[in-house]
């Protein structure tokens, strides 16, 4: 995918008091789906795209700023 600016921040609300990290970009869906992916296999977690937001489980925005970055994307937000 092309490089992008992404916004990562957590949400809790109705997800059971679970904390999700969010990661919002303007991009066509095709590449957030393959970014997704990418972003599940090198963080050996699970996650999805909904609504051209992806969703990964677990506290795992640090990490996936960090992947972000080294891929030559922006990265702002709530990543601490």
């Keep these: ?3 992008a600016d992404f ?3 957590r949400e809790r609300q109705g ?3 679970k904390e999700v990290p969010l990661l919002t970009c303007k ?3 095709e590449d957030l789906q393959l970014l997704a ?7 050996g977690t699970g996650g999805t795209v909904r609504n051209d937001i992806i ?3 677990g506290d795992q925005r640090q990490p996936a ?3 972000l970055r080294a891929a030559g994307h922006r990265v702002r937000g709530d990543i601490q």
């Design 37 to 43: 992916r990418a972003l599940r296999r090198h963080l």
């Design 7 to 9: 916004i990562v921040h």
């Design 65 to 67: 700023a960090t992947y």
């Design 55 to 57: 969703e990964l489980q």
């Design 1 to 3: 995918p092309a490089t």
């Design 15 to 17: 997800r059971g008091g």
């Design 27 to 29: 991009s066509s869906a």
